[in-house]
């Protein structure tokens, strides 16, 4: 479904991501590990077209994207949920999920079947859908964000570390959250984490990144007993 050849990508004269070659297929939940300043973020923003890789080529459904605009690829259905949220804090959670439908704005009645699949998903953002954003707490910023990529049904989501600044608790309620709509949705996930003990719970492999380089890969139970990954990442 995802394709990555050898990309590289700069910002600036920094070169940040060097040569990653990678590989998703549909329906898979696949986790991308690494520490803060490894190149996570930019490479999802290279995937999502945000940023353009300098060299190699990002395929979705056999099809090169890496050089259209974001829009066009929002509209093939890959949807980047990014790290920080990026909500409008000043609008309510109505108003916040509705620009995320933006691709379907023709189409009124399947934009409120997706408004009520996420209401379901996350019951809070029903209770509350006219309070603005930003009176929120992170936990439920993060559900909103989540939301919000769901609403132009994508057939693949990038989430970009979910769980930062997030008590245990909601970390563990997200997870629950993203697995089902993996399971359920039948939405091909690609989630980037430090939060390796997490990520490697709920995902079916795994690629490392270092210093934006891919260093390592394999099934999850090969990742957790690697004891450079455990060491890194989990700790132990």
Not at 93 to 121: F, S, T
């Amino acid at each position: 479904m995802l394709k990555l050849e050898r990309v590289h990508t700069k910002i600036g004269d920094l070169q940040i991501i060097h040569g990653v070659s990678l590989e998703i297929q549909k329906g898979e939940f696949v986790a991308l590990l690494g520490s803060n300043g490894a190149g996570k973020t930019t490479l999802f923003r290279t995937i999502a077209g945000v940023l353009k890789p300098t060299t190699g080529t990002v395929t979705f459904n056999g099809a090169p994207i890496h050089r259209l605009p974001v829009h066009k690829i929002v509209a093939q259905g890959l949807v980047l949920c990014p790290q920080g949220r990026q909500l409008f804090p000043e609008l309510s959670v109505r108003k916040n999920l509705l620009l995320g439908a933006y691709p379907l704005r023709n189409d009124k009645k399947k934009i409120q079947k997706n408004m009520d699949r996420v209401y379901e998903l996350f019951p809070i953002l029903r209770e509350r859908s006219q309070q603005a954003a930003g009176t929120f707490s992170g936990g439920e910023q993060q559900m909103l964000a989540i939301g919000r990529a769901l609403m132009s049904e994508p057939s693949m989501l990038l989430l970009d570390e979910p769980s930062v600044g997030l008590a245990p608790l909601i970390v563990q309620q997200i997870a629950e959250i993203i697995s089902n709509v993996n399971r359920e949705m039948d939405t091909t996930i690609f989630l980037s984490e430090q939060n390796a003990n997490m990520a490697l719970h709920i995902t079916e492999r795994g690629y490392v990144l270092e210093s934006g380089c891919c260093v390592l890969t394999g099934e999850c139970q090969q990742l957790k007993n690697d004891e450079k990954v455990r060491k890194a990442y989990i700790g132990a």
